[in-house]
Nanobody
Framework: EVQLQASGGGLVQAGGSLRLSCAAA????????IGWFRQAPGKEREGVSS????????????SVKGRFTISSDNPTSNDKITVYLEMNSLKPEDTAVYYC????????????????WGQGTLVTVSS
């Protein structure tokens, strides 16, 4: 059973930084993607970033490109791994509940088709 646990959210001032962590375990497939998503109040869920275990390739939404960095402590493992989302130059519009999710590869698109989800962690950016 795939298990995902997101942590690291909190309150930060605009311009500040936070690092989110996603502890993932229980993969039964050879290659996978881990994605970070966010949902702000009253808005649709947005795909933020993802990383693939097959080659370590990454994807970023335009809204976070250049400010957020996704990484993994063991990108090719299918055992326990931790995926990080380093968030810099945070803006009030980054305020949301952030979720990590997992999917077996291949994906139709970098941020589509994730069946496994963890609980969210709240990020609040004050102006």
């Amino acid at each position: 059973e795939v298990q995902l646990q997101a942590s690291g959210g909190g309150l930060v001032q605009a311009g500040g930084s936070l690092r989110l962590s996603c502890a993932a375990a229980g993969f039964t497939f050879d290659s996978y993607a881990i994605g970070w998503f966010r949902q702000a109040p009253g808005k649709e869920r947005e795909g933020v970033s993802s990383i693939k275990s097959s080659d370590g390739s990454t994807y970023y939404a335009d809204s976070v490109k250049g400010r957020f960095t996704i990484s993994s402590d063991n990108p090719t493992s299918n055992d326990k791994i931790t995926v990080y989302l380093e968030m810099n130059s945070l803006k009030p519009e980054d305020t949301a509940v952030y979720y990590c999710a997992a999917a077996a590869l291949p994906l139709i698109a970098p941020m589509e088709g994730y069946p496994y989800w963890g609980q969210g962690t709240l990020v609040t950016v004050s102006s």
